[in-house]
């Protein structure tokens, strides 16, 4: 058995002479980058991207008027904001923004389309072959998942991974958009949060997060996919145009946001509580509060600035990614045409 000489030696070639075969790591790369999943990602990732850059200001505004910071009124906080910081102000903790929201679009979009889709494979199986049965002894208790609806599922599944995988950076976008001079960037937020509350502190208010997420993203994502396939069907259409899709994530946004917005105020105050001093212990005590110093329509609070920026911010990242898309599986659906 002759090996290659030196001057012509080459990996593949001595696995080849000694009897074995090297994996293809090139080609297993190759493969991931190209899968569908992947550039589902990279257009979630990409659309929030985007979306961000455009909108930090409405965001910085709506942050305050939650929290109760400044004034109660969009104008009067815009002003506020301009005289004390300039107008870099209105992008204060726009890195941090920036770094949290190309993950958190990338996993929540992405797990949206994966689950979605394995969902309806896993109901056409259902169909066939039955749905999932558990027996106990002589009891036996069969689950009618064909019922459930995959849009639904995909929903809440993407806003609790989009969650779980990203609350630390909003809670530290969160101190650097209400209390600048304390934390003045990122490196000395998570150092401070991390040395005065530990891990915990980096996941405060996450249970109130999560019970607020998942009727958010739940509804979120079945309003959209429900009004773009009725629409779609409607006007017998097999694509929407930029604007269509402008305005249908528009009003799913709007939609959501209503649904849950108090939750979402008294995640805030978990979040920022200990900045003013005051810290409730939970998400009911946070409710309670708001209500008794502010009454019922304390629970919405911001909610007309909230609208401003979930509005546009919806739309437009639902407008960015279904565009990311069309370019990146460009080469997929011309292989299944």
Known sequence: ??????????????????GFRLPDVEGAVRAFFRSREVREFASGALAGAMSKAVLAPLETIRTRMVVGVGSRHI????????????????????????????????????????????????????KEDGCPKIQVGKLKIEFPLQFVSPV???????????????????????????????????????????????????????CPTLIGMLPYSTCYYFMYDTIKTSYCRLHKKTSLTRPELLAIGALSGLTASTISFPLEVARKRLMVGALQGKCPPHMIAALAEVIQEEGIQGLYRGWGASCLKVMPNSGITWMFYEAWKDILLADKDKRKA
């Open 152 to 206: 639904a599922v995909a929903g809440a599944a993407a806003g609790i991974a989009g969650t779980l995988m990203c609350h630390p950076l909003e809670v530290i976008k969160d101190r650097l958009t209400i209390n600048r001079e304390a934390y003045p960037s990122i490196s000395i937020a998570f150092s401070k949060i991390y040395r005065t509350d530990g891990i915990g502190g980096l996941y405060a208010g996450l």
């Open 1 to 18: 058995m002759a090996l290659p000489k030196d001057d012509d030696l080459d990996a593949g070639k001595v696995a080849e002479v000694l």
């Open 75 to 126: 104008g009067g906080s815009f002003v506020e904001i301009i005289e004390q910081n300039g107008w870099q102000g209105l992008w204060a903790g726009n890195t941090i923004n920036m770094i949290r929201i190309i993950p958190t679009q990338a996993i929540e979009l992405g797990t949206f389309e994966c689950v979605k889709r394995r969902m309806a494979e896993a109901q056409e199986k259902w």
